[in-house]
Nanobody, 127 residues
């Protein structure tokens, strides 16, 4: 079992930066691939859009096209933490962001393949 708690979401101006953090508890955090997803705008239900993912060692990272070059995912296995550095924020980045863990070493970009989820943190971007 892994429990995830996100933090760092807040109001920020367009063009600004924000760092989201995800604290993980439980065993063998280093054996999990981690991902960040966000609530898809105007999507019904709980549809979540892939943002970024990182392998268990941190050597492999994936990004959605619309955040590539602006967001950076990283992890610190010694601290059981995953981060999402968000730069050059746009109003369309505003939504809830979720941290997720999957029992694989190489990450997936598909939300249903993740096993554990945090409760989310809200990012608001003012134009």
């Amino acid at each position: 079992q892994v429990q995830l708690v996100e933090s760092g979401g807040r109001l920020v101006q367009a063009g600004g930066s924000l760092r989201l953090s995800c604290a993980a508890s439980g065993r063998a955090f280093g054996a999990y691939a981690m991902g960040w997803f966000r609530q898809a705008p105007s999507a019904p239900g709980n549809e979540r859009q892939f943002v970024a993912a990182i392998s268990w060692t941190g050597a492999i990272t994936y990004y959605a096209d619309d955040v590539k070059g602006r967001f950076i995912i990283s992890r610190d296995n010694a601290k059981n933490m995953v981060y999402l550095q968000m730069n050059s924020l746009k109003p369309e980045d505003a939504t809830a962001y979720y941290c997720a863990a999957q029992r694989k070493r190489i990450p997936s970009i598909v939300s249903y393949e993740y096993d554990y989820w945090g409760q989310g943190t809200q990012v608001t971007v003012s134009s």
